[in-house]
């Protein structure tokens, strides 16, 4: 962790830090993997999406997002007027495809949290979408699930004291399973969507 702070603190641009994520040994995921999925989308843009981390189609393409996850991911951000070509930046806790899909361990998202508070620190967006309970959990260090957390909004700031707005919201890839819960992601959608409006007003 103390190796990941120190290069994530020497990155001045997000094509530094996509660097050094990819060089970094720190990680024991990183040898099961083809590749270290960063980021996609817009840097600086006022909306940051936060996902959990590559699944076997991002760690193939090394981008984040681009399975059938992604593609609804896409969808629901295109239905609030959001795209990753123009005004989303899209990214995960974990930059790296755990065996089999599971879960990352603490250890596993700890090491690459500098590097995702540092992008954030870069990029400065006015509001965090942590897309499902992973990254919800991690990042607002809560006990509580994401039925609990969603539905809110939440401060979320960095180490370097960069402040942002947090808000939870279900997973695609949870949508995907559960469709009778499509009318609670809309609701997420609506609150994201007025908030960045109010934001970037
Ligand atoms: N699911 C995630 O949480 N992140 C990705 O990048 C892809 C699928």
């Given at each position: 962790?103390?190796?990941?702070?120190?290069?994530?603190?020497?990155?001045?641009?997000?094509?530094?830090?996509?660097?050094?994520?990819?060089?970094f040994?720190g990680?024991?995921?990183?040898?099961?993997?083809?590749?270290?999925?960063?980021?996609?989308?817009?840097?600086?843009?006022?909306?940051?999406?936060?996902?959990?981390?590559?699944?076997?189609e991002?760690?193939?393409?090394?981008?984040?997002?681009?399975?059938?996850?992604?593609?609804?991911?896409?969808?629901?951000?295109?239905?609030?007027?959001?795209?990753?070509?123009?005004?989303?930046?899209?990214?995960?806790?974990?930059?790296?495809r755990?065996?089999?899909?599971r879960?990352?361990?603490?250890d596993?998202?700890?090491?690459?949290?500098?590097?995702?508070?540092?992008?954030?620190?870069?990029?400065?967006p006015?509001?965090?979408?942590?897309?499902?309970?992973?990254p919800?959990?991690?990042?607002l260090?809560s006990?509580?699930?994401?039925?609990?957390?969603?539905?809110?909004?939440?401060?979320?700031?960095?180490?370097?004291?960069?402040?942002?707005?947090?808000?939870?919201?279900?997973?695609?890839?949870?949508?995907l399973?559960?469709?009778?819960?499509k009318?609670?992601?809309?609701?997420?959608?609506?609150?994201?969507?007025?908030?960045?409006?109010?934001?970037?007003?």
């Amino acid at each position: 962790i103390r190796e990941a702070e120190r290069l994530a603190a020497e990155c001045a641009t997000i094509d530094d830090l996509a660097r050094a994520v990819g060089d970094f040994g720190g990680s024991p995921l990183k040898a099961t993997c083809e590749n270290t999925v960063v980021y996609d989308g817009t840097p600086g843009a006022s909306l940051m999406v936060i996902g959990e981390g590559p699944g076997a189609e991002e760690d193939r393409r090394a981008k984040p997002f681009v399975g059938k996850a992604g593609q609804l991911l896409d969808k629901m951000l295109a239905a609030i007027g959001r795209r990753r070509t123009e005004n989303a930046l899209i990214s995960n806790v974990n930059y790296w495809r755990p065996p089999g899909n599971r879960n990352p361990e603490l250890d596993e998202l700890a090491v690459c949290r500098p590097f995702v508070d540092r992008m954030i620190e870069i990029t400065r967006p006015k509001l965090i979408v942590a897309a499902g309970g992973v990254p919800a959990v991690s990042l607002l260090n809560s006990r509580d699930g994401i039925m609990k957390l969603r539905g809110n909004e939440y401060t979320y700031r960095t180490p370097g004291g960069y402040i942002a707005a947090l808000i939870p919201m279900l997973h695609p890839a949870y949508l995907l399973r559960r469709p009778q819960d499509k009318s609670r992601a809309w609701r997420d959608l609506l609150l994201i969507e007025k908030r960045l409006r109010e934001l970037e007003a």
